[in-house]
């Protein structure tokens, strides 16, 4: 596996396939996965003066606030800098996010966005791989299964602990053609952005993970001719030379 000194985002709906996708990234160029939830978790954690302000609304069961999750994600973003590129997922969810991601990283060359990817799936798809979800509710066991891509031996029952699965109210059809729906039109403005900034590559998500694993791999490799994502090059970019220390940490 090859480290790439490359930045991507990572967008996809509710079903797309995401967590799924961010993992064969993360795995194939070495990327530092950063998913917001992990990130506000670990600064609330580590008590920083931005993760109390997240906690003070989290425990509130409100919305952190964009100042305070583009806070935590530039200070994450920074005090890592020098190392592989990273891969965000769940962010930046609007303009005004990713607005305040660019302005964190000003004048940083090669700290900002490379790549949006874009994983695209109908809703019937969704539903159906949504709305096909079974947990325990069993709190000491919370085992996950599908109807159809991973059935528990016997129908509606928990392997492991034989209570009878349900079905989560977020997983209903008409709840996952909502959340669907409410997250194209939170990030139409975002991937119209990305796209007239030629930074968008949109990717068919209906298929099978590997299938759609492999268009995803294929939209970061550096293509010939076609100025694709800078590869793995130590030091990266024109100038480096005058400020030796600064561009060829990595591999710590
Ligand atoms: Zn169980």
Redesign the pocket.
Same mark, same amino acid.
């Given at each position: 596996m090859a480290e790439a000194n490359v930045n991507v985002v990572l967008l996809g709906a509710p079903g797309s396939g995401k967590g799924t996708q961010a993992q064969t990234i993360k795995d194939a160029f070495g990327l530092r996965h950063v998913s917001t939830g992990d990130m506000l978790r670990a600064a609330v954690a580590s008590g920083t003066e931005l993760g109390l302000r997240a906690k003070a609304f989290m425990d509130r069961g409100e919305l952190v606030p964009d100042d305070v999750v583009v806070g935590i994600v530039s200070e994450r973003l920074r005090s890592e800098d020098g190392g592989p590129g990273w891969l965000l997922d769940g962010f930046p969810r609007t303009v005004a996010q990713a607005e305040a991601l660019e302005k964190a990283f000003d004048g940083r060359a090669g700290r900002a966005v490379d790549r949006v990817l874009y994983l695209r799936v109908s809703p019937e798809i969704v539903v159906e791989r949504l709305s096909g979800r079974r947990v325990?509710p069993?709190p000491s &066991? %919370?085992?996950a299964y599908h109807v159809r891509f991973m059935p528990p031996k016997r129908e509606g029952v &928990?392997d492991? &602990? %034989?209570?009878a699965l349900v079905l989560r109210d977020d997983d209903r059809p008409d709840t996952v053609r909502q959340r669907l729906a409410a997250y194209e039109r939170q990030t139409a403005a975002l991937v119209e952005r990305y796209r007239s900034l030629g930074l968008l590559v949109e990717i068919d998500a209906s298929g099978s993970p590997k299938e759609v694993g492999d268009k995803v791999l294929a939209a970061l490799r550096p293509e010939e001719g076609k100025g694709g994502v800078r590869a793995a090059c130590a030091g990266g970019k024109a100038g480096d030379g005058q400020s030796p220390g600064r561009g060829g940490k990595r591999g710590g």
């Open positions: 325990c069993n &066991c %919370g085992a &928990c492991r &602990c %034989g209570t």
